[in-house]
């Protein structure tokens, strides 16, 4: 019944003008595979997350012309990526701070919020932060990637996840 709802309410919004549907993307892109660690495995810091990449050329930032085929990655852990078409520079675009230093937001501003870039298919953790509010001994985290393209701006709405559980720290 649910999914009856949702079609419906989908048929609904496209009929009405409301959404344009040529914008959205309704099929799985399985060209990123996450190798490690385990999908909701317990795992110990430092954690190193590594996947493999079909179909894209990883190159560092400004190599050549952003395109939609290549570019680097950008990793999230416990938060929502940026936007289709945005840049990391959203992410600090009501701070203060950061709109009075060139360059900001930079990698160690990036790795504050847990965002990292990378131009290789691992990420080592050295720490992740403990999810505020949760007090449990055991939580679970997840590691979300996408593709940026050579002008830093993120490729598409294409996203892969990956959870991991690690035991909160105690003091």
């Known amino acids: 019944m649910k999914l009856k709802v949702a079609g419906f309410a989908l048929a609904a919004l496209a009929l009405g003008g409301c959404v344009n ?12 595979h996450f190798v490690a660690p385990r999908a909701d495995s317990l795992v110990r810091l430092p954690l190193t997350l590594r996947w493999t990449m079909s179909d894209f050329d990883v190159v560092p930032p400004n190599a050549q012309p952003p395109s939609a ?27 203060p701070i950061c709109a009075h230093h060139p360059g900001c937001p930079d990698a160690a501003y990036l790795a ?50 990956i959870s991991f559980d690690l035991n909160r720290p105690t003091i």
């Open 69 to 95: 085929h290549a570019g680097y990655f950008a990793i999230f852990i416990d938060r929502y990526p940026v936007r289709p078409g945005q840049s990391l520079t959203s992410v600090a675009a009501n701070d």
């Open 21 to 32: 549907l040529s914008n959205l993307q309704f099929r799985g892109d399985h060209r990123l």
């Open 112 to 161: 504050q919020y847990q965002i990292y870039t990378t131009t290789t298919t691992s990420l080592r953790l050295d720490a992740v932060q403990p999810l505020a509010g949760n007090n449990d001994r055991r939580q679970t985290h997840r590691a979300i990637v996408i593709l940026l393209d050579t002008s830093g701006r993120r490729i598409g709405e294409v996203f892969w996840s």
